[in-house]
């Protein structure tokens, strides 16, 4: 069995999406190997995925978007309500808009993971992301975030998913699992000692894939999918 991981993609950003995948496959390749150790639900490698339209989710298989900043993100909008309000208030900006790298949600048996690929838009941003979906596809935003570091916060958002909780931002040595992440590097003993203790668990939840429907229903900014991205 592979271990798979999609990158959701249904606002049809344009990135670096075969540095991604490869990147985020590197990042998760030593927990296949920590994993191979185990007696319960070996995998025999990582495969990682970008994709514009929904894919066919197997039960063991993990599930992040990658949105182009956090205003367009689905936890505590479409996915929710936030079962912690208090992180959210304490992660929010002055605009009301969160201030980290990525959400995860946990709700009726689901699990919504998202990381953004900029911060935030601004009018006069010295920086543009390319959005298909958007009626104007061009938006400024402040600062693009590198693959590697986008790379790190799916680690880091998986780190969520498949463990709802945040106590791991404490656990003695984490790296990729600090409550704010570093921009580069590879995962620590103990992320990896964590992921794989818990990346095969009969308890996890099921990937939420009601973004692709979310991003339909946005009405007049959003445009039909490009015909080159379906």
């Not at 009726?108 to 920086?127: H, K, N, Q």
Request: hydrophobic content about 35%; glycine content about 6%.
């Amino acid at each position: 069995m592979n271990l798979q991981i999609w990158l959701l993609n249904p606002y049809e950003l344009h990135f670096d999406w075969k540095g991604l995948t490869s990147r985020v496959e590197f990042l998760f390749r030593p927990v296949v190997r920590e994993k191979q150790h185990s007696q319960h639900h070996r995998f025999k490698s990582v495969s990682c995925n970008s994709i514009f339209k929904m894919p066919k989710v197997g039960k063991n298989d993990l599930a992040v978007y990658v949105v182009p900043v956090p205003s367009f993100g689905f936890v505590a909008v479409d996915f929710g309500p936030c079962s912690d309000p208090d992180f959210m208030d304490s992660h929010m900006d002055v605009c009301g808009r969160p201030k980290v790298g990525g959400l995860t949600e946990h709700a009726r048996g689901e699990v919504c993971s998202e990381v953004y690929a900029a911060d935030s838009m601004v009018a006069d941003g010295p920086t543009k992301l390319i959005v298909d979906r958007m009626e104007d596809p061009e938006l400024r935003v402040d600062r693009r975030r590198t693959t590697n570091h986008v790379a790190i916060l799916v680690f880091h958002e998986i780190m969520h998913n498949i463990m709802n909780e945040r106590g791991f931002h404490t656990h003695t040595n984490v790296r990729l699992g600090r409550a704010t992440p570093p921009e580069d590097g590879q995962a620590s003993q103990a992320d990896l000692n964590l992921v794989a203790r818990h990346i095969g668990s009969k308890n996890r939840k099921r990937q939420w894939m009601g973004g692709f429907a979310a991003v339909d229903s946005r009405g007049a900014r959003v445009r039909a999918p490009r015909p080159q991205n379906v």
